[in-house]
Structures are given as C-alpha cells and as structure tokens.
C-alpha cells in the first residue's frame, strides 16, 4: 500500500501563491513517478503536474505551466508544488499521486495511488 501525505492547502488571495507538500515512503519516492491532482466540487480530477523519479523532468498541465513548479527533495522523501498567481479557478482538492513500473511519468490517466487531499481555495 503506497502511502501520500499531503499538507500546505489553506485560503489564499488571488494573485498570492501557495505551496503544498507531499510525503511519501522512500521507496515509493526513490522509483515511482510522482505527481500533482486537483478535482474542483462538479468536476473531473485533472492532472497539475508529474515529476520524474531522478527529479529531472517535469510536465504540467497546460492550465498551470508558467505559475505552478513540482520539485522533490531527496533528503524528506518529499516533492512539493509552487502555486504561483493563484485565481479562484485554481480552487479545488488537490492530490498526491504515485505510479510505479511506467515508461513515462507523463499520462496523467495511469496514475493509480492516492493522498487523501489537501484542500486549496483561492478568494477574489
């Protein structure tokens, strides 16, 4: 069982920045694809933004690329995603995600392990 831990969500401003953490186990971080979901109250979960295991690469989503980094730290076992220009549309539950065993770490749609969700609301 993959374990993620989100925190960092909160109320923000419009135009402020936020940034969320997610912990993982060191295997888990060490070998798998990691990644950035959100799901707004009527909607679909959409992919933010994934992050390769050597941390080298990164992909976004084309809503977020320019505002929002995912980055990793080696030492916590722990990648982290920079919000930046927040706007109320970016409201929404956001998820740690985790696939292991993948080519690419790009197809938002293979992703199957789960953090419980951190909660981000941005108010104009």
């Known amino acids: 069982q993959v374990q993620l831990v989100e925190s960092g969500g909160g109320s923000v401003q419009a135009g402020g920045s936020l940034k969320l953490s997610c912990a993982a186990a060191r295997d888990t971080f060490v070998y798998s694809c990691m990644g950035w979901f959100r799901q707004a109250p009527g909607k679909e979960r959409e992919g933010v933004g994934t992050?390769?295991?050597?941390?080298?690469?990164?992909f976004y989503a084309d809503s977020v690329r320019g505002r929002f980094t995912i980055s990793r730290d080696s030492a916590k076992n722990e990648i982290y995603l920079q919000m930046n220009n927040l706007s109320p549309e970016d409201s929404a539950m956001y998820y740690c995600a985790a696939l292991s065993g993948a080519w690419t770490c790009s197809e938002f749609a293979r992703y199957n392990n789960w953090g419980q969700g951190t909660q981000v609301t941005v108010v104009s």
């Open positions: 992050i390769y295991p050597n941390g080298g690469s990164t």
